[in-house]
Protein backbone atom coordinates (compact mmCIF):
# COMPACT_ATOMS: atom_id res chain seq x y z
CA UNK A 1 0.00 0.00 0.00
CA UNK A 2 0.84 3.73 -0.66
CA UNK A 3 0.08 5.85 2.21
CA UNK A 4 0.19 10.41 1.01
CA UNK A 5 0.16 12.35 3.96
CA UNK A 6 -0.12 15.81 3.21
CA UNK A 7 0.13 19.56 4.93
CA UNK A 8 0.61 22.99 4.95
CA UNK A 9 -2.97 24.11 4.40
CA UNK A 10 -4.34 26.77 7.06
CA UNK A 11 -6.01 29.97 7.45
CA UNK A 12 -4.90 33.34 4.99
CA UNK A 13 -6.24 36.16 3.51
CA UNK A 14 -7.64 36.69 -0.09
CA UNK A 15 -4.26 37.72 -2.40
CA UNK A 16 -2.07 35.45 -0.09
CA UNK A 17 -0.27 32.13 -0.77
CA UNK A 18 -0.14 29.30 0.91
CA UNK A 19 2.35 25.82 -0.13
CA UNK A 20 0.71 22.45 0.37
CA UNK A 21 3.40 19.20 0.46
CA UNK A 22 1.98 15.72 0.38
CA UNK A 23 5.08 13.14 1.32
CA UNK A 24 4.18 9.42 -0.03
CA UNK A 25 5.70 6.41 1.48
CA UNK A 26 5.16 2.71 1.44
CA UNK A 27 4.85 0.92 -2.04
CA UNK A 28 5.79 4.10 -3.44
CA UNK A 29 7.63 2.05 -6.75
CA UNK A 30 3.72 1.34 -7.49
CA UNK A 31 2.72 5.13 -8.19
CA UNK A 32 3.65 7.68 -11.13
CA UNK A 33 1.43 10.82 -11.19
CA UNK A 34 0.62 12.82 -8.81
CA UNK A 35 -1.89 15.42 -8.19
CA UNK A 36 -4.44 17.68 -5.98
CA UNK A 37 -8.16 17.39 -5.69
CA UNK A 38 -9.79 19.51 -3.77
CA UNK A 39 -13.33 19.24 -1.81
CA UNK A 40 -16.06 22.47 -0.63
CA UNK A 41 -18.52 22.14 2.05
CA UNK A 42 -21.47 20.61 -0.26
CA UNK A 43 -19.69 20.12 -3.53
CA UNK A 44 -18.00 17.48 -5.48
CA UNK A 45 -14.19 16.30 -5.40
CA UNK A 46 -12.81 18.35 -8.32
CA UNK A 47 -9.56 18.14 -9.88
CA UNK A 48 -7.08 20.96 -9.49
CA UNK A 49 -3.53 20.13 -10.83
CA UNK A 50 -1.52 16.78 -11.52
CA UNK A 51 2.38 16.01 -12.66
CA UNK A 52 4.06 13.12 -14.68
CA UNK A 53 6.69 10.67 -13.01
CA UNK A 54 9.01 13.00 -14.04
CA UNK A 55 8.06 16.01 -13.28
CA UNK A 56 7.95 17.28 -16.88
CA UNK A 57 4.38 17.60 -17.60
CA UNK A 58 1.40 19.15 -15.54
CA UNK A 59 -2.05 19.61 -15.53
CA UNK A 60 -4.32 21.83 -14.21
CA UNK A 61 -8.01 23.01 -14.12
CA UNK A 62 -9.07 26.07 -15.51
CA UNK A 63 -10.08 27.58 -12.53
CA UNK A 64 -6.23 27.67 -10.79
CA UNK A 65 -4.64 27.78 -14.44
CA UNK A 66 -1.92 31.13 -13.44
CA UNK A 67 -2.14 31.22 -9.50
CA UNK A 68 -1.16 27.68 -8.92
CA UNK A 69 1.97 25.39 -9.50
CA UNK A 70 2.76 22.02 -9.13
CA UNK A 71 6.45 20.62 -8.15
CA UNK A 72 7.68 17.35 -7.44
CA UNK A 73 11.10 16.34 -5.98
CA UNK A 74 14.04 14.51 -7.84
CA UNK A 75 13.28 11.12 -5.73
CA UNK A 76 9.46 11.28 -7.02
CA UNK A 77 8.10 10.79 -3.63
CA UNK A 78 6.80 14.50 -2.71
CA UNK A 79 4.65 16.77 -4.61
CA UNK A 80 4.21 20.46 -4.07
CA UNK A 81 1.62 22.59 -4.45
CA UNK A 82 2.11 26.49 -4.47
CA UNK A 83 -0.61 28.62 -4.33
CA UNK A 84 -0.23 32.32 -4.78
CA UNK A 85 -3.40 34.63 -5.60
CA UNK A 86 -5.72 32.64 -3.43
CA UNK A 87 -9.57 33.61 -3.28
CA UNK A 88 -12.21 32.73 -0.83
CA UNK A 89 -13.75 30.25 -3.50
CA UNK A 90 -10.22 27.98 -3.15
CA UNK A 91 -11.71 27.18 0.19
CA UNK A 92 -11.59 23.37 0.72
CA UNK A 93 -10.50 20.75 1.65
CA UNK A 94 -6.99 19.21 -0.28
CA UNK A 95 -6.51 15.59 -0.84
CA UNK A 96 -3.11 14.35 -2.61
CA UNK A 97 -3.48 12.08 -5.08
CA UNK A 98 -1.42 9.38 -6.70
CA UNK A 99 -1.83 7.02 -9.76
CA UNK A 100 -0.37 3.96 -10.41
CA UNK A 101 -0.33 5.78 -14.38
CA UNK A 102 2.72 7.62 -15.86
CA UNK A 103 0.65 10.29 -17.44
CA UNK A 104 -0.71 13.78 -15.78
CA UNK A 105 -3.75 13.55 -17.39
CA UNK A 106 -4.26 9.84 -15.66
CA UNK A 107 -5.06 12.08 -12.86
CA UNK A 108 -7.56 14.60 -14.37
CA UNK A 109 -11.03 12.66 -12.31
CA UNK A 110 -11.15 10.84 -9.46
CA UNK A 111 -11.32 7.71 -11.11
CA UNK A 112 -7.98 7.60 -12.06
CA UNK A 113 -6.84 8.30 -8.09
CA UNK A 114 -5.29 5.00 -6.69
CA UNK A 115 -4.77 6.39 -3.60
CA UNK A 116 -5.76 9.43 -1.90
CA UNK A 117 -4.62 11.09 1.27
CA UNK A 118 -6.81 12.44 4.31
CA UNK A 119 -6.86 15.88 3.05
CA UNK A 120 -5.66 19.16 4.80
CA UNK A 121 -8.08 22.09 4.87
CA UNK A 122 -7.62 25.69 3.04
CA UNK A 123 -9.46 28.42 4.32
CA UNK A 124 -9.37 31.92 2.34
CA UNK A 125 -10.67 35.00 4.12
CA UNK A 126 -12.12 37.94 1.97
Known amino acids: QVQLVESGGGLVQAGGSLRLSCVAS????????MGWFRQAPGKEREFVSA????????VYADSVKGRFTISRDSAGNTVYLQMNSLKPEDTAVYYC???????????????????WGKGTLVTVSS
Open 26 to 33: GRTFTIYA
Open 51 to 58: VSWSGGST
Open 97 to 115: AASGRGLATSLRTVHGVDY
